[in-house]
């Protein structure tokens, strides 16, 4: 997968808070504003991801930290614990690269797989795009996403397997919003790329992969952990956090896509473009799916926040009512 990834990219419901009135005031006191602008998402998303799986005593989170600092040191060894990708979208997404390829020529190269034939058919088909007739044939397909449509299409179909697949009973049950948040991310980051004058699609692709390094701690907390009796501490969640980041960026390096894209994961929030939106898409990612439970901290910080940011986050609640229309 190194040389095939290098190849292609080498060069007012729950969550939906109302508007705050124009003009209106908060009786609430500035240091509980603060706290909003300072919320830890990271480690609040790792509870609510963690919490239901703490049954018990939790265990020594010693182990599961000295091995994912190995990990980190060895990308491969930590991209062994995630599927692999199917092998007809490395083929497909070279195409993509190029200006002058058809869309008959696409969906010929589409049809070669028939799980990737039956996702294109159904995603056309979906809420989302909204069809005025149904669409029952790939070039039909092809056509109505569009070349970026169908990039970020089969991205998702080549990244999904990777979270949201798996084997153990933990990671069955945490891959679900796992991949959800991922997806959210990437979306986020494709509509914030264009203001930050960054690439929509690398901002896409980071946005689906930086939860890649999460799938392998939860596959490390399976091997060395007792069921329910996953660690909970802040410090030990803050750290787990920081050890996925860091084995996200270095598989995304080790299978050799655009270095800016390990970049932004490993240095997210740091000065320059990717960094700073991709910080900013996981936030918004982690909000909207925090603030759909209705726990008010985290919807009063979707009140909270700024108008570029609110528009973006209300686009991905859009998008989400469509997709589960």
Known sequence: MKRWLARLFGTREAGRPAAAPSGATSDRPAAEDASLADLDLDL??????????????????GPVLDELGRLARDPDD???????????IPQLLRSLREDDTGAG???RQVAQDPVLVAEVIREVNSPYYQPASPIRNLEGAVLLLGQNGLRMLLA??????IISQQAGPLARLIAPPLWRQSELCAQAASMLAPRNKADPFEAYLAGLLH???LVVAFRVVEQLV???????GDAF????VAAARLISARIADAWELPPPIGHAIAHLGDAGALP??????????KLQMLATGGQPLFVRAVLALPPEARQVYDSLLEQSDRQDA
């Open 237 to 240: 969640g803050s750290r787990l």
């Open 44 to 61: 609040a998303f790792f509870h609510w991801l963690a919490g239901p799986h703490v049954l018990g005593k939790p265990a020594p989170d």
């Open 78 to 88: 930590a991209a062994a614990l995630v599927p692999r990708v199917p092998a007809v």
């Open 156 to 161: 998702r179909v080549a990244f999904r397997p």
């Open 105 to 107: 020529a696409l969906a």
């Open 226 to 232: 007792p069921p329910g009796a996953l660690p909970d």
């Open 276 to 285: 700073t939106l991709l910080q900013d898409a996981d936030r918004l990612a």
């Open 211 to 213: 939860n890649v390094g």
